[in-house]
């Protein structure tokens, strides 16, 4: 009998990443610090076919960034935590376990304690194009054949067209929050009728204040109950516990990175930003991301001690990023720290308040839920997403002020009708306020062809340069 194909070869997002993880590390242990110094025909010699295939197709920018000293260590982290997290989930499958994608604003340890296959749907199309070159263009053509028009999300319709490649498995449940947007909430169902996945929603107040919060809380009980129900997995309260504590861990680092940002110089690389936000979304699954957070943080640490900036000699332009970096453009944040001083502060994608959201209570099952609902109320894109512009002016204003930001950039993914309204009445507040000036230009998340990358570092070289 032809034995039965593991998921890991079987579907192709998790084959990459995980390949992927294997030649950013190897690229890293051969010990050269830029891409001159790799022995390149000698190291394609070596790799499995595979990842030999995929050697052309990683963008040399990228390769030229996790060689530097700077972000080494931290890049080695992060891969040993999503080839952990990708090596778990493909053993759940293989054991047959439901599949659940959840929406970006929840952390996966509540369906882990009840034993399901979590995935941030929005999740490996990031990794996918953070790496390789055009990385999701063709899933997310794919979704545009079915009739669905190019302005709506890339970040939902590249997982769209993962599923309807094979690239990922079938969902079983999709869990989604509504906030942040229309557009994923419609995305969401247009999935639940495509691949026949049950859609279960967490209603989520507009408003931000402790009414709000209590209504959420609720909305997330409902939803265990309604996932425990559709399943069949009941929560494990102490396998819950033991992701909630490693999620503790990883916070903690954290939010100690957000303290040693506010110093001057900057000790904290830029590019180690779009890895939080991946590390954000997989909080709690494994030791390997507490791993992740804590490298990151002990290097800063030590440059802070020393005084060592990450810009070198450059002047530095402490900069806020007031709604995210572009995925595709992974290496963009170390191009502008190394070329024109850019220090990549905070942004939109990665910003979550410590003084408010704080850590898991681990006492119950109860508390814990109440924790992790807290976290998403107030995650990136969860927070701000759907509410009052004050929420999100207040605080990037505050966040201008305590980190002594030079500048601001508003990289407006074009999906996100929402916040280009809020972006002109928080630039005007950041000059305002905080006598800052912001660039604003147009960008899309995971699709290259939007803003090619000629194009942005065009834009965003010539705001830099005035400021040099
Ligand atoms: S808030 Fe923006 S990035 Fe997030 S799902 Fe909606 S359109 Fe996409």
């Given at each position: 009998m032809e034995a039965q194909q593991s998921s890991l070869t079987r579907y192709d997002h998790f084959r990459k990443v995980d390949a992927v993880c294997d030649l950013f590390q190897m690229a890293i242990a051969t010990g050269a610090s830029s891409p001159a110094d790799l022995d390149i025909p000698m190291l394609m010699g070596i790799?499995?076919?595979?990842?030999?295939?995929?050697?052309?197709?990683?963008?040399?920018?990228?390769?030229?960034?996790?060689?530097?000293?700077?972000?080494?260590?931290?890049?080695?982290?992060?891969?040993?935590?999503?080839?952990?997290?990708?090596?778990?989930?493909?053993?759940?499958?293989?054991?047959?376990?439901?599949?659940?994608?959840?929406?970006?604003?929840?952390?996966?340890?509540?369906?882990?304690?009840?034993?399901?296959?979590?995935?941030?749907?929005?999740?490996?199309?990031?990794?996918?194009?953070?790496?390789?070159?055009?990385g999701v263009d063709q899933d997310i053509d794919l979704t545009e054949d079915e009739g669905l028009p190019g302005h709506i999300c890339s970040a939902q319709k590249a997982p769209n067209g993962a599923l309807m490649s094979g690239k990922m498995p079938m969902p079983d449940i999709m869990v989604k929050t509504t906030v942040p947007c229309n557009s994923s909430n419609m995305m969401y169902q247009w999935a639940q009728q495509q691949f026949g996945a049950k859609v279960v929603v967490v209603d989520s107040p507009y408003y931000a204040n402790r009414r709000a919060f209590g209504y959420y809380v609720q909305e997330w009980k409902n939803m265990v109950r309604s996932v425990e129900q559709l399943t069949g997995h009941k929560l494990d309260e102490e396998r819950l516990r033991h992701h909630v504590q490693l999620g503790n861990e990883q916070l903690k680092y954290y939010y100690g990175l957000q303290e040693l940002r506010r110093r001057i110089p900057n000790p904290d690389p830029?590019?180690?930003?779009?890895?939080d936000v991946a590390g954000l979304y997989l909080c709690g699954a494994n030791q390997e991301m507490v791993e992740y957070s804590k490298t990151c943080y002990r290097e800063a640490r030590e440059r802070a001690d020393?005084?060592?900036?990450?810009?070198?000699?450059?002047?530095?332009?402490?900069?806020?990023?007031?709604?995210?970096?572009?995925?595709?453009?992974?290496?963009?944040?170390?191009?502008?720290?190394?070329?024109?001083?850019?220090?990549?502060?905070?942004?939109?994608?990665?910003?979550?308040?410590?003084?408010?959201?704080?850590?898991?209570?681990?006492?119950?099952?109860?508390?814990?839920?109440?924790?992790?609902?807290?976290?998403?109320?107030?995650?990136?894109?969860?927070?701000?997403?759907?509410?009052?512009?004050?929420?999100?002016?207040?605080?990037?204003?505050?966040?201008?002020?305590?980190?002594?930001?030079?500048?601001?950039?508003?990289?407006?993914?074009?999906?996100?009708?929402?916040?280009?309204?809020?972006?002109?009445?928080?630039?005007?507040?950041?000059?305002?306020?905080?006598?800052?000036?912001?660039?604003?230009?147009?960008?899309?998340?995971?699709?290259?062809?939007?803003?090619?990358?000629?194009?942005?570092?065009?834009?965003?070289?010539?705001?830099?340069?005035?400021?040099?």
């Open positions: 790799l499995p076919e595979y990842h030999a295939s995929l050697v052309p197709q990683i963008y040399p920018e990228v390769i030229e960034a996790i060689l530097k000293p700077k972000n080494r260590a931290a890049t080695l982290a992060h891969m040993a935590a999503a080839k952990r997290y990708v090596a778990d989930l493909t053993a759940a499958l293989d054991r047959g376990q439901p599949v659940l994608y959840n929406f970006a604003v929840t952390t996966p340890e509540i369906f882990l304690a009840m034993d399901l296959v979590p995935l941030c749907y929005e999740l490996m199309p990031l990794y996918i194009a953070a790496a390789f070159v055009g830029g590019m180690h930003r779009a890895l020393a005084g060592i900036a990450v810009v070198g000699d450059k002047k530095e332009i402490r900069t806020i990023w007031t709604w995210g970096s572009t995925p595709h453009m992974l290496y963009l944040p170390d191009w502008l720290e190394d070329r024109f001083g850019m220090s990549f502060l905070e942004c939109g994608l990665s910003y979550m308040p410590a003084e408010i959201v704080g850590y898991v209570d681990t006492t119950s099952v109860d508390s814990m839920i109440e924790g992790l609902a807290l976290r998403a109320f107030n995650m990136p894109m969860g927070r701000t997403g759907m509410t009052h512009a004050d929420l999100m002016i207040e605080d990037f204003v505050k966040v201008a002020k305590a980190y002594h930001a030079d500048a601001a950039v508003f990289s407006g993914h074009m999906a996100c009708k929402h916040s280009w309204a809020v972006a002109k009445m928080l630039g005007d507040a950041l000059q305002e306020r905080a006598g800052i000036p912001s660039f604003k230009w147009e960008t899309d998340l995971l699709d290259t062809r939007f803003t090619p990358h000629s194009s942005a570092k065009a834009q965003l070289g010539e705001f830099f340069e005035t400021l040099m």
